[in-house]
């Protein structure tokens, strides 16, 4: 057998028994994203309602539980571009790796925020703890650097859809959290993240003793994100970089609009529900358990939505998914103060977004350029969670002046922009 770390280091092209290895690393990648997906996304599950909840206690406000939640959506938009930057460099297991364990020590800062209600620290470990959430999406990606072009949909799905069982348990960890908390002395919300952490350093450790070799680099070294100025130094502006191809790759253009707008709309709505839940009378267990259903909701479907994209096409899958989100947010416009009609329009919120998420990742990757495909893949996870912090940002002011249905409802409008654009694609492609 072929020995793979050699095989790693050559830059040659493959041979037959080279793309025979190459088959192998993809499963043992696959196995261990996998692994570790599952895992860490037990500690990335507990910021949006956990997250939520502990800033509405310690600051006793609406508008700061909603900016709690951008906090950590701000800090896997930060990290976005310099995690796709550093695989472009170092490879996918540096990367990776190094994502986990930062969100680890936000797990472990939020600890301290939630057993003595400290406003800073809790922001910072909401800020950190983020990362995971960056680290999450950067793993779909390096699903696909080894996988069969017919199978690069499916590949990304798989590790979209196993992070199922972390997000679910994620928002329900107050119930361990009890038990850790009669045992220790620590609050409920201190328990939880004392999970989190836990949960988030394992899945670092996975990824840095067995991602190896490491797929983004089993073909030769990873190619430069951006080319080298003066001195040998790396010219800044990677987001131009992403943005550049953006205006002259038609195909790109309509899977980052189509990512970006889910992201938002996904993220102005789920923020603000725990909060609107609790104000019609709904307890923590409520809580969880919406935010429970709508995570399935956005991960469960991601075998079948992969499978779909890779048969029928990547734009079919992203218009059922705006129609989807339509539904979604039409129930919430039109029956904001029934309890089972938001458990119904957060469940097929998550349905859309994995459509869209799914079939429009995995469209960008098949049409983006190879040569910058690491950093503009965390281009666009940053652009992505930029959208949703501002999202999440102004939802909270929203909610407050107008109400849940009208926020449902320019959430709605929201989604024009993508559904004319993917009208516009599907008129060119039929008159050709």
């Not at 912090?389 to 409802?409: E, Q, T």
Request: with cysteine; glycine share 12%; hydrophobic share 55%.
């Amino acid at each position: 057998m072929p020995d793979l770390e050699h095989l790693a280091g050559t830059g040659a092209v493959p041979s037959a028994p080279a793309g025979l290895a190459a088959d192998a690393v993809q499963r043992r990648t696959m196995t261990v994203l996998v692994l570790a997906q599952i895992i860490g996304t037990v500690g990335v599950g507990v910021a949006p309602s956990i997250g939520v909840l502990l800033a509405g206690a310690v600051t006793d406000s609406e508008a700061w539980a909603g900016l709690a939640r951008t906090a950590s959506t701000l800090g896997a938009a930060l990290l976005g571009l310099p995690l796709g930057a550093l695989a472009a460099r170092r490879g996918r297991r540096v990367a990776l790796a190094g994502g986990w364990w930062t969100a680890a020590a936000g797990g472990a800062v939020l600890v301290a925020a939630a057993q003595w209600s400290m406003v800073v620290p809790l922001f910072a470990g909401l800020l950190l703890i983020g990362v995971g959430l960056a680290v999450s999406l950067q793993s779909r990606f390096a699903a696909t650097d080894l996988a069969q072009p017919h199978r690069r949909a499916r590949s990304l799905a798989l590790v979209v859809w196993v992070g199922t069982l972390g997000s679910v348990l994620g928002p329900n960890l107050g119930v361990p959290g009890e038990i850790i908390g009669s045992a220790t002395g620590l609050t409920v919300y201190a328990g939880a993240f004392l999970i989190a952490a836990a949960c988030l350093a394992v899945a670092g450790l996975i990824v840095f003793v067995w991602l190896r070799p490491d797929p983004l680099l089993f073909l030769g070294p990873a190619t430069p994100a951006s080319p080298p100025g003066p001195g040998g130094r790396q010219q800044p502006g990677r987001i131009r970089q992403v943005l550049a191809e953006l205006r002259v790759n038609r195909r790109a253009r309509l899977a980052v609009i189509a990512i970006l707008t889910a992201q938002g709309v996904m993220v102005a709505i789920m923020t603000m529900t725990p909060v609107h839940l609790t104000h019609q009378g709904g307890s923590v267990t409520v809580v969880g358990v919406t935010i429970s259903l709508h995570i399935v909701g956005m991960y469960a479907p991601a075998p079948l939505v992969g499978l779909l994209a890779d048969r029928y096409g990547h734009r079919p899958a992203i218009g059922a998914g705006l129609g989807v989100l339509a539904a979604s947010l039409v129930i919430g416009a039109v029956k904001p103060d029934g309890t089972g009609w938001i458990i119904a329009s957060l469940m097929l919120l998550g349905v859309g977004w994995s459509l869209v998420n799914v079939a429009g990742s995995a469209l960008f990757d098949a049409v983006v350029s190879a040569e910058t495909r690491a950093s503009s893949q965390g281009g666009v996870d940053a652009l992505s969670n930029l959208c949703g912090a501002a999202a999440a940002f102004a939802s909270g002011p929203l909610l407050a002046v107008s109400g849940f249905s009208l926020l449902s409802a320019l959430a709605l409008v929201a989604l024009l922009p993508p559904a004319v654009l993917l009208a516009g694609h599907a008129r060119s492609h039929s008159n050709t």
